[in-house]
Structures are given as C-alpha cells and as structure tokens.
C-alpha cells in the first residue's frame, strides 16, 4: 500500500527549456510557487539539455517560471486537477540593450560549474593549517593519503598545477608537502582536463586536475617558509620552500635534510614521474620492460632514516608564444630496516612453515631533470617538445636467517644497480575551424638497466636448482644488463560532424626493443669461476614487438548519454633472438571499446567503459634458459608465449551537492583474461622453481567500491566499502587448483563539520583477507584511526593522530596488534613571521608494527621494526 499512498500524495512535474527554434537552454533556473497561504518556494536548474524535474504536492496548486539571461521569463499555473506532469517551456529572445549593469557578488564557499568545482580556501581553513595537504584534507570530497597522492570524489588526481602551471611535472606530493597554506585563495578540481584548451571537447579524457591558485598578495614577491630543529638522540631536520610567482614567471625551490623518518622524495615517488612520456601514447599493450622496483625497498617503516634532498621547479613565458618550463630533483635516501617475517606456503605438499629474520640497508641515489618547450603559434595551434632524464644508483645490503623445520641458513644479499633513462616527446596540435583539429605525437623512450647481484652463505643452497660446487663458503654472483628502446608515433584526426557526432580518425604505431644479458657464477674460495652456462642458466635475448595499429572513435549524444564506440586494428609482431634460438609471433588482432557517460544532474553522473584488448609478455617471460631470482627460487622464461586477451569494464557513480549535503561514489570493475599466463610452480621445501605457460583457463578479477557521507548536525558521517575477488589457476607440483582470492574492508567514519571547531576525525575499518585452494588461510584485521587538530588560543594549535591495529590469524589463532601516536604543539604569534612547533613521532614508543599479506603461493604475516620515540623542537621563518 506505502507507494500507492506515495503517488497520490507528490506529483513529479517534468519538462525541457528551450529557446524559439528548439535548441535546449541548460541551467536555465525553474521555481515552483505554492499558491496559498504557506506559499512556499522550490528551485531547480535544468541540466546541460534543459531538462527539470519537481516533485510537488498534488494537493496544492502552483506557478511554475523559468528565466534565463538574455531571455524573457515565462510561467504556467499547475492546478490539482490538471493531469498533466509534463510541460515544456519555449523562451523568447530579448532585443534590449542594455544601458547600466550592475553586479551584486554573493560569496559561496563552494562554486560548482560544469566541469569545475571551485573551492574557497577561507570558507575551510582554520588559520592553523601549515601546509596544502591540511587545507586540502577539509574540503568536502577530497583525500590526500600518506604518499601525498589525492583524490577527489574517489578519482585520483592525475596533474597538480599552480595557477594554471604544472607544479613539478604535476605530481602531487611535492605540492601537498610544501605550499605554504596561508598562500592558497581558491582550489579548482577540474574534471576532464586536458592541457590543450581547443582540444577538451573533442579529446574525451576523463583525468582529472586540481589547480592551486594563490592569494594577490604573495604574487611578484618571495613567500615560502625556512625551518630548523633539533631533538633526543642527535635527530634534526632542515627545510625550505620558497616560491616567487608571477603572471609570466615563477620559481620554486625546496631543500630538506633530517633523519626523523620524513622521507620526501623515495625511489617510488621518482617512478610515478611520467613528465617524459606524451599522454597521446597509448601502450596497455605492451608490457613494462623494466621493473626498477626491485632495486629499492619500502621506505615507509624504517629503525632509521636519513635524507637529503633538494628540488628546483621554473616557468617562463620567454616571448609572447613561447613558454619554457622545467624542473630538477636530488635525492639521496638511507635507510635501515628490520623484519621478521612468518610465511605459510599454500602448496599440496603438505603444510610448508618459514621464518625470515632480515636486516637491510639502502642507499638510494636519485637525480632527475625536465625540460619542456610550449610554443603557441595561434591560439589554435600548439606545439610541445619535452625531454627528461632520470638516474638512479641503488645499493642494498641485505642479512637474512631463514629457518625452516629443516634448516637454519644464514645469507647475506648484496645488490647495486645502476638505472639510466631519457624520454622526450614532441607533439602537434592544429585546429583547422569549427569541425576539424589534428594531432600528431612522437615518443621516444630509452633506458639502461645494469643490476648486480650476489648471494653468500656458509651452506649450500638451492641443492638440485643450481650446480653448486663444494667449498667453505657459498659465494654467487649474478650479472645483469637490459637496455631498451621504443619509438610511438600517433596521428590523430577530430572531425566534429554537429553538437551531437564526433568522429575522430587514428592511425600510429609502436615499435620497442630490448636487449637483455644476464649470467650467474660460482665464485670459489681458490679464487678459480663455476659458471653456470652449461647447466642451462645465462640468457642473451634480443627482444622486439611491433604495434601497427588504425582505429575510428565515434562519439554521440542521445538524450543525457554521451557515448564513444571505438574499434581498433592491430598488426602485432613479436620476435625473440637468443642462445636456443628464434622465435616469431604476427597476428591481426581488433580492438572494440565502448564508453558511455550519463549525467543525471549537474556533478552527477553514471559512467560505463567496456574493452576488449591484448597484452603481451615481458622479455623476461620469454627467456629460454634458467635465471636465479632468489635464495630460494629458480625461474625460466618460455620463448613460445603468445599474447594474454581480455576483458575490461567499468561502471563508476559520483555525485559531490557541495557543503553540507551527501557526497557519493561507487565503482564496480571486472577483469576477464580470456587467456592467461601463469607460472606453473615446482616446490621442494621452501625452495622451488618456476615457468609461466600460456593457459586457456580463464581468470576473473572483480572490484567494488563505495563510498557515502552526509552532514548530521555538527558532524559529517559516512563510510566505505572495498571488496575483491580474484579467481585464478594454477598448477604447483604437477596438480592444477583452482584458486580464490578476496579481500574485503569496511569502514565507519565521523569528522566534526564546521570549520570554526576543533578538526576530530574518528574511522573504524575491519578487514578480512582469504585464500582458498588446496590449502587455506585467512586473516582478519581491525583498524582505529582518530585525530585532533585544535586551535587552542589565537596562536596556539595542537595535533594529535592515533592508529591501533590488530591482525588475527583466525586458522592458527595467532594476532598481533600496534599503537602509533604521534603529537605537535605550534605557536604562531599573528603578527611575527616566527614559529615554533614541538613534535612527538611515536610519543608512545612503539617499536613495531604489524601486517598481512596473500600472493598466489603464499601467505605472510610480517612484524616491521619502526624509529622509537622522537622529541623535535624546531623554529620557523615565514616569508
């Protein structure tokens, strides 16, 4: 009975606004007027095809009006009785002119346009904030999480800018990190961005940026901040940021040295520098050729840290059409780290248990610089040429006791690397008139990989995996070597047929080539070499995979839905040279995808992606000799891999009303491979070898995600879901599983609402990990995390941060949990540039920290050694 009581309670009165000859007027503004003693007033604004929707009382009689700028206003009565729920207005065109303007300025903490969202800084900030990231972590639907990465509305934010510049290539961390917050203004995120103004409407990116712009008063002039402190122990830090920004200059420099565990700039945040390669280029085909990962470790939970750095960002309009831009980092990190790690081996061998004690040291060396050309001819044509290079030192001294039911081996791992790359782009841009703009993009990218590295032990390892020879002690070196080259080269046609069809027309190609060499040996105490070579270890592979690809975009518009079909045709060539042999893989392979975006309302909307694609295997895989990759692990490549095809999809939902109202996002993704490589295992202990093969056995990987918030009182409430399933097969020891891997979390949160209160968060997350197959684990784990951020006097703030973990193996029984919290005084007297700040790290003096985790073999339960407490009492100079 409740929805036929509903229905005959509201009415839903719909309609279109439009001009004279039919073409929608959006955001055209609609009332609805009681008429009666209450007279109460409904408001609406139609969406970007002048669509509107009420719901009104069907008991009341109402005046429906529209108005819209340049237009005469028009209205109609809605009696109870009238049965009609549609009404569409047409607007008559004014021929007056004007003869005094004048503007009454409403501030809104928020302003929110078509693809931007523009936020007050004053309307949020407290007046204590120290840097970007506490501003940006109280405005409504952004996060910056511990890597200075931020998101918006649940989408990340792939280019930072400072009025309208890339800020240090555009990534984020350095920004959220250093920009003083008593500088910001306003923040604009901006949805769909694209560097090329003539090219947003044709380009169809969905990435989004967040522009800082800064306060009239710190431009033409030097602002910035210089610290200095000292603490228990000998611990220090020093740091400066200082920018100088003008309409057609500016500059940034930063420098920081300290040895609290605050590592600015880490060998993973180098890696997320994309400023070399053309956003034009799309190479999801083609696989990584390096993995420089492997030559650095986490630097997250150290026993100690220092660090050195210094970074020099620029802008300048040297002509009227010429802009030259660049930036350069230094980096040099060392590290100590401590481990104990618990590993379960999920083989069919029976239950296989490993305790790893490991020490490790890192010195990581780290150099970047970029250089970029933007010439703008016309203001419909543009030209870019950057280039980049990046190098990178990385030395690791690693002590590991593994300790078995069997035995208890001592090893010490060695490895220095020395990485090397150059990428440059040039690209082309020219918009003929209304309907056709072109596109024409070449990337280059080369890089130089040269790892060595060495295992020691006082007994023989690997026994039956490597030919070992008899001596005092075990000494084994491995030599590497890869160098690649690729070259993409893309034109692209936009033809924009009328408001509502776009073709655009592709045709490119890709084309890379690597070279590896790797050797292992024996070193022996007489000083003579066991070479591995004829035992089948060593691999010399020439490695080349061309992609000569055409394809037609088509974009439309019906109703709401805007919608891209494309189809692609790629020719692939792949060929291997090596030591047993060669080997060539050509195919004609089509490409669809599909795209649709529905916009419910304005900052609302429902996207779906869908693509059918193929990727192909590393040169690693295709090596067809034996490779050590561990103290315990054997690998060999499989010189007959073909191509991996699969299935992608996507349907995301956002919706941000601004201050006060609900925040949503959610997001479902499903991964198909249709075929799939996996590596077959063969374990004898702890110690096993490994081959991928080429598998018609399907693997699905599903992702959830959701998120919601709403204001209740003086609190904001809400919370988040993450869940994944990933199925998959995989044969160890000659028997095929099927296995399944989840992850799921869920996570209650509040926060206070207005800005002029104490800033208290509180999150509850609980989390249960899962692995199923012949054998299974599972881990459940619970996580509290609360802070306080309170300005106590006019220039006195306080901070506080808690987190309490506990992990739980619900097979064994077995959990462990952690506290970590951390605290800070700040004194800023309002009319003095001079600061002063006390600060707790780990004021509780927690010395380790604990996790989990699943792979496709294993699972771990590893407890970190963390810096114990430190004291830092440090002064500041505000520019």
Do not use: C
Not at 61 to 89: E, M
Not at 219 to 245: I, P, Q
Not at 540 to 564: C, E, H, M, Q, W
Request: charge should be neutral; proline fraction near 3%; glycine fraction near 6%.
């Amino acid at each position: 009975m409740f929805p036929l009581v509903t229905f005959s309670q509201f009415r839903i009165i719909t309609g279109i606004v439009s001009d004279e000859s039919g073409a929608p007027l959006g955001r055209a503004n609609v009332m609805a007027k009681a008429l009666g003693e209450d007279g109460n007033v409904k408001f609406a604004m139609a969406n970007a095809q002048g669509q509107y929707n009420f719901t009104l009382d069907a008991s009341k009689a109402y005046l429906l009006s529209v108005s819209y700028i340049g237009y005469h206003p028009d209205s109609t009565k809605l009696d109870p009785s009238n049965s009609n729920l549609r009404h569409d207005f047409k607007l008559r065109t004014k021929n007056e002119q004007l003869r005094e303007i004048i503007i009454e300025h409403e501030y809104r903490p928020v302003i929110i346009k078509k693809d931007t969202i523009v936020f007050n800084v004053e309307a949020f900030a407290a007046g204590n904030e120290r840097k970007l990231k506490d501003v940006l972590g109280k405005l409504p639907g952004v996060e910056v999480d511990r890597d200075g990465r931020v998101t918006f509305n649940g989408q990340p934010i792939r280019h930072m800018l400072v009025e309208g510049k890339k800020f240090f290539g555009g990534g984020s961390k350095l920004a959220v990190e250093n920009i003083p917050a008593d500088a910001l203004d306003q923040i604009e995120v901006i949805d769909h961005f694209n560097e090329v103004g003539f090219l947003k409407e044709v380009s169809g990116t969905d990435e989004m940026a967040m522009n800082v712009k800064l306060k009239e008063d710190r431009k033409r002039l030097v602002f910035g901040d210089l610290e200095a402190g000292g603490g228990n122990g000998g611990h220090h830090l020093g740091h400066a940021a200082l920018f100088y920004y003008t309409p057609a200059h500016n500059v940034s420099v930063i420098g920081d040295i300290n040895d609290i565990g605050k590592s600015v700039f880490t060998f993973d945040d180098m890696m997320r520098f994309q400023g070399g390669v053309s956003a034009f280029v799309n190479t999801n085909s083609r696989p990584s050729f390096t993995n420089l990962n492997t030559f650095t470790s986490d630097n997250r939970d150290v026993v100690e840290n220092r660090s050195r750095f210094a970074a020099l960002n620029f802008s300048s309009d040297v002509v009227e059409k010429l802009n030259v831009s660049g930036f350069a980092i230094f980096s040099r990190l060392l590290t100590d780290r401590r481990a104990d790690t618990y590993i379960e081996y999920l083989t069919n061998q029976g239950v296989t248990n490993e305790e790893r004690f490991a020490e490790q040291g890192n010195d990581d060396l780290m150099g970047l610089a970029n250089a970029k050309l933007d010439y703008s001819p016309s203001n419909t044509e543009k030209w870019y040429y950057n280039a980049q290079w990046q190098s990178s030192g990385n030395s690791l001294s690693n002590l590991l006791n593994s300790v078995t039911n069997l035995q208890n081996s001592y090893f010490n791992t060695l490895s220095d690397a020395d990485n090397h790359s150059l990428k440059q782009y040039i690209e082309w841009h020219k918009a003929y008139n209304v309907q056709h703009t072109t596109t024409f993009v070449v990337n280059h990218v080369y890089e130089k990989n040269t790892p060595l590295n060495t295992w020691i032990n006082d007994q023989a390892f690997l026994v039956g995996f490597i030919p070992l020879e008899t001596d005092d002690q075990y000494r084994i070196e491995q030599l590497g070597r890869q160098r690649s080259n690729s070259v993409d080269a893309l034109f692209k046609h936009y033809w924009v047929i009328n408001s509502r069809h776009q073709l655009h027309s592709n045709i490119g190609n890709n084309f890379a080539r690597v070279d590896l060499l790797t050797s292992e040996r024996q070193l022996l105490s007489d000083g003579s070499v066991n070479s591995f070579a004829e035992a089948g270890f060593g691999n010399d592979v020439l490695y080349r995979l061309n992609d000569a690809f055409v394809g037609l975009d088509y974009k439309f518009i019906t109703g709401p839905v805007s919608n891209t079909a494309s189809l692609y045709g790629h020719w692939y060539a792949l060929s291997t040279a090596q030591t047993d042999g060669n080997h060539r893989l050509s195919r004609f392979l089509p490409e669809p995808t599909w795209k649709s975006e529905y916009e419910i309302r304005e900052n609302e909307r429902i996207v779906f992606d869908y693509q059918y694609a193929n990727s192909f295997p590393r040169v690693g895989q295709l090596n067809s000799r034996f490779t050590l990759t561990s103290y315990n692990a054997v690998a060999r490549g499989n010189a007959l891999l073909a191509n991996e095809r699969y299935h992608r999809s996507a349907l995301r939902y956002t919706r941000f009303t601004g201050i006060g109202g609900p925040i949503a996002n959610a997001s479902i993704t499903f991964n198909r491979k249709v075929r799939a490589i996996r590596n077959e295992l063969q374990f004898e202990g702890i110690n096993h070898y490994s081959m991928p093969v080429l598998t018609d056995n399907p693997e699905t990987n599903w992702m959830a995600y959701g998120s919601y918030s709403n204001r209740v009182a003086f609190f904001r409430v809400g919370g988040n879901v993450r869940l994944s399933w990933f199925d998959y097969s995989q044969t160890v020891n000659d028997i095929l599983a099927n296995n399944r891997r989840t992850s799921h979390q869920y996570t209650v949160n509040m926060r206070t609402e207005p800005s002029d209160w104490p800033r208290a968060s509180v999150a509850y997350t609980k989390g249960f990990n899962r692995f199923r197959g012949n054998t299974s684990s599972r881990f459940t784990t619970d996580q509290l995390d609360a802070s306080l951020d309170w300005r106590l006097l006019r220039d006195w703030s306080a901070m506080a941060e808690y987190t309490y973990f506990r992990n739980r193996n619900t097979r064994t029984g077995l959990s462990d949990s952690y506290h970590v919290a951390n605290a800070a005084l700040d004194y800023q007297p309002e009319h003095t540039p001079w600061g002063f700040r006390l600060t707790a790290n780990n004021f509780l003096d927690n010395r380790t920290k604990v996790s989990n985790s699943i792979s496709d073999f294993l699972a771990s339960e590893q407890v970190t050694y963390i810096m114990p407490r430190v004291w830092l009492l440090s002064v500041r100079y505000k520019l």
